[in-house]
């Protein structure tokens, strides 16, 4: 029966209650998107690196995952390829072009023999020092084709190729270009590495720790499991922040929506009072009210999530991938479900603690 | 009407409201014994406690002081948790405006007033046993049990109400100007059925009403004039 209350009372106020539903599954579907971001990024950084198809990476000393700066000297290949149980070896370099996109330079000859060369869908390597590479999904958001001229890193680039997605970053620009552009020259932001046996990848991981000391140096199936969120600063913090307001965004949606409610009530609350319901009927029918509320914005917000997903690819594929990540669903309910009850609560207190007598004198 | 042990007995009732800074002294020694199964109709003018009589009966609020039993229990004493524990299994109450949940049906807002005492589920195939189903025929109502209020008339909203306050078999059905909203006709149906409620199923009956017509309708009038029983 208080079911069937809670339910009526919610149909009884349509308009209300849809925006309840609205702002709680907007604060999921912010939550979800993030986390989506976040989870398709970093898979996607991952699968670029291992689509190289190198067996080792080797990075400068105190670097983390995300960085990006050039500081090793390109002599160190030659080194590298001086190992034994090493096929051959390229650096190259990166350098970011906007918040979300990097270009990175490579010798292209050796880099095609380290990874059998980019499958290009229009065009083809670039021939001179001014061409540049780019892939699908960039020249798609930028609306690009073969022989266009892209304004890159400040200066006009003639566009050789589109390539399929996968390998590198978005956009490839011959390794002396960008380095002198860059002045980094002589300098690379890391090293891939083939091997001769790929099974023999941990002797040769351990065989270069031991001549390059101080050097950061992974098989790729390492280097790609540190694309994780615990290895990126800040982001943590970031998702929690955003996830905070949320939460005060729900608890406020939900707290006048319930307030209203109460008042609009009032005299029901004293009806209920006079049939004999007690205080923790009333704050029950309420927090029912609330939580019903919060599912339909869960499920709301889990289908929006979906919706962006789908803007996200469509308008901005270059620069951002979000994944559905269900894992995250019921965490996002149930951060969800906390904001609205908690906002049903300082409302549902003043309705259990109404006087009946004022209550039922309410017009 | 029995006689012996009253339902209601009241003895030395005072009640003061505080208004701000000045105290509203609204009954100043009520004394009443109501035996079970009368109907007494309590009439006064305006300010003269009558509600204030029926909020503490009703235990919708204590009393200053005096003595006031319900059912043979002490009301005084009685915390707000014993108090709703009251009207949730002793008290009926019919209101002048009706008072019906809008958003519920006719059966559901009878059915809430079952629920709230606890006694949900106990009936298979709807909440209404057959003896209260010949009570709803009674208030000529059983028609019209799936109509939300405002499908309703005034009449049968009151009826309605009236079915709500006695489902779960109050001692005291209190009525507070039950025909305060109903056009002459709808009055007296309303006042012949709290009759024949009192004397078919021996329902006691506490009605407050302004109008001498619909106090006749009771085994007693009792009068009231600033805050005492005359």
């Not at chain 1, 079911?3 to 149909?11: A, H, T, Y």
């Not at chain 1, 190198?54 to 983390?64: E, F, G, T």
């Amino acid at each position: 029966m208080t079911n069937k209350l809670v339910f009526e009372n919610l149909k009884h106020r349509p308009v209300r209650t849809m925006i309840g539903i609205v702002v709680i599954g907007i604060q999921v579907t912010l939550i979800l998107t993030l986390v989506g971001l976040r989870e398709g990024t970093l898979s996607d950084q991952a699968a670029r690196a291992s689509g190289v198809g190198a067996d080792v990476i080797v990075r400068p000393p105190s670097s983390s995952v995300i960085t990006m700066s050039a500081s090793m000297p390109v002599r160190i290949a030659g080194k590298i390829d001086e190992q034994p149980g090493v096929k051959l070896s390229t650096g190259v370099l990166q350098q970011g072009t906007d918040l979300f996109n990097y270009v990175t330079g490579v010798d292209l000859a050796q880099f095609d023999k380290l990874s059998g060369g980019f499958h290009f869908v229009a065009g083809g390597p670039f021939q001179g020092p001014d061409d540049v590479m780019v892939d699908e999904f960039y020249a798609k958001q930028n609306k690009l084709h073969v022989g266009d001229t892209v304004k890159l890193l400040n200066r006009p680039w003639h566009l050789s190729g589109i390539y399929q997605p996968g390998m590198l970053t978005r956009v490839v620009v011959p390794l002396a270009t960008l380095q002198e552009l860059t002045a980094n020259t002589g300098k690379v932001s890391w090293v891939y590495v083939k091997l001769d046996d790929p099974r023999k990848t941990d002797q040769a991981v351990a065989q270069l720790r031991s001549v390059l000391k101080d050097y950061r140096i992974y098989s790729m199936e390492e280097f790609t499991s540190l694309f994780s969120p615990s290895n990126i600063p800040m982001l943590q913090g970031f998702i929690w922040v955003v996830i905070g307001l949320g939460v005060v965004v729900g608890f406020l949606a939900i707290l006048l929506s319930m307030y209203t409610a109460v008042l609009e009530r009032t005299r029901e609350i004293g009806v209920l009072k006079a049939l004999g319901a007690s205080p923790a009927y009333i704050l029950n029918i309420l927090l029912r009210e609330a939580a019903l509320i919060a599912i339909a914005g869960a499920i709301f917000g889990i289908l929006l999530s979906y919706g962006t997903r789908f803007v996200i690819h469509n308008v901005v594929p270059a620069s951002l991938i979000q994944s559905i990540v269900p894992m995250w669903w019921p965490i996002a309910a149930a951060i969800a479900m906390a904001g609205a009850l908690l906002g049903a609560l300082g409302p549902g207190l003043k309705a259990a603690r109404q006087d009946a007598i004022e209550a039922l004198a309410y017009d | 009407m029995t006689n012996g042990q009253p339902i209601i007995s009241i003895r030395g009732l005072r009640k003061t409201y505080h208004a701000g800074e000045v105290d509203v002294q609204a009954l100043r020694g009520v004394d009443l014994d109501v035996q079970p199964g009368e109907f007494v109709s309590v009439v006064g003018p305006s300010g003269s406690g009558k509600s204030t009589l029926f909020h503490i009966v009703g235990g919708l609020t204590p009393p200053t002081s005096g003595t006031i039993h319900i059912a043979g229990r002490d009301l005084l004493g009685m915390s707000e948790a014993e108090r709703t524990e009251l009207r949730k299994t002793s008290v009926g109450f019919v209101f002048q405006k009706y008072n019906l949940l809008p958003t519920l049906t006719a059966r559901d807002n009878i059915e809430i007033a079952r629920d709230i005492a606890g006694k949900k589920g106990a009936h298979k195939n709807g909440p209404l046993d057959p003896e209260f189903l010949d009570m709803l025929k009674l208030l000529g109502i059983e028609s019209r049990l799936d109509h939300k209020p405002r499908a309703l008339s005034g009449g049968e909203q009151q009826r309605v109400a009236i079915a709500r306050a006695i489902v779960n078999r109050p001692a005291i059905l209190l009525a507070d100007e039950p025909t305060g909203n109903l056009d002459t006709e709808n009055s007296n149906a309303v006042l012949g059925l709290l009759r024949d409620l009192n004397r078919r199923a021996g329902q006691t009956i506490l009605m407050i009403t302004h109008n001498p017509e619909a106090a006749g309708y009771g085994d007693r009038i009792v009068h009231m004039r600033d805050g005492h029983i005359e």
